[in-house]
């Protein structure tokens, strides 16, 4: 029986009556608040349901997850109750790195695949960053590279209390994209969506279009004004998106 809850995802509007579910995985350092909107914002037929990852947001008490494999194992099986219906998987930055290679592990084990992975603000995983490490700078050089992307709210950049302990959520996340480097296995049949900022310092429009290298199925890439994020400035446009893509892939209700 699946539980009412779960420490892995945000229930902020509960659809138990929802015929499909949206699962959105937060970029480096970020939690699922990044997200709490979303459920009012997309058809009703959909139930938005934002993922906590170890270590951040209301789980910043417990140590983070800094190696992608196990990282990405613990999500599926926090998340195997709620897989019971068709669902999608959004992930924005490390998120898109997270939900590529959750659909791949869920490939490989034969699982159940989601219905549409939409990748938000990351080149494709076989591109190598052409950028220095995050993880291995400094705490001061790690936080103006983030504020300097956008990642870096100024009620955050106040307070040194909560620096102190989100320094090392940052650094345990971009050690996992840093070290990552993506095995090379056949295209994934699920249908794709790429999404992204056009003028996005981390991910330019050709390791966006490099994403095709992963998808034997549909695949479409739409880029919208802004930088890494681009959906934070506007987020209507890119949530009609989304939805349109959603429902145009969803399997159609019984």
Excluded at 78 to 103: I, K, Q, V, Y
Aim: glycine share 8%; hydrophobic share 45%.
């Amino acid at each position: 029986m699946k539980p009412a809850s779960s420490p892995w995802l945000l229930r902020r509007a509960p659809r138990d009556d929802a015929r499909a579910r949206l699962f959105c995985l937060p970029f480096a350092g970020g939690s699922a608040s990044a997200y709490r909107d979303w459920g009012e914002r997309l058809p009703n037929w959909l139930e938005v349901l934002p993922v906590e990852l170890p270590g951040h947001g209301m789980r910043l008490g417990e140590p983070p997850i800094a190696d992608l494999l196990p990282l990405v194992e613990a999500i599926l099986v926090g998340l195997a109750p709620w897989m019971d219906r068709p669902f999608a998987l959004f992930g924005h930055s490390m998120g898109a790195l997270l939900a590529f290679e959750a659909t791949r592990l869920l490939r490989a084990r034969r699982g159940p695949a989601p219905f549409l992975l939409a990748v938000s603000g990351y080149r494709a995983p076989h591109l190598p960053d052409p950028e220095e490490p995050i993880g291995k700078l400094s705490a001061d050089d790690m936080l103006a590279r983030l504020t300097r992307l956008g990642g870096m709210p100024p009620e955050v950049l106040r307070s040194q209390e909560l620096l102190q302990l989100l320094v090392p959520v940052f650094r345990a996340d971009f050690n996992i994209t840093d070290a990552w480097t993506s095995p090379d296995e056949p295209p994934l049949e699920t249908p794709m969506l790429v999404l992204d900022g056009l003028h996005d310092p981390r991910a330019p429009r050709p390791g966006l279009e490099a994403w095709a290298r992963h998808s034997a199925g549909p695949l479409s890439l739409v880029m919208f004004p802004g930088d890494h994020f681009y959906h934070r400035a506007t987020p209507g446009p890119v949530l009609q998106h989304l939805a349109d893509a959603l429902a145009r892939h969803a399997p159609a209700p019984r």
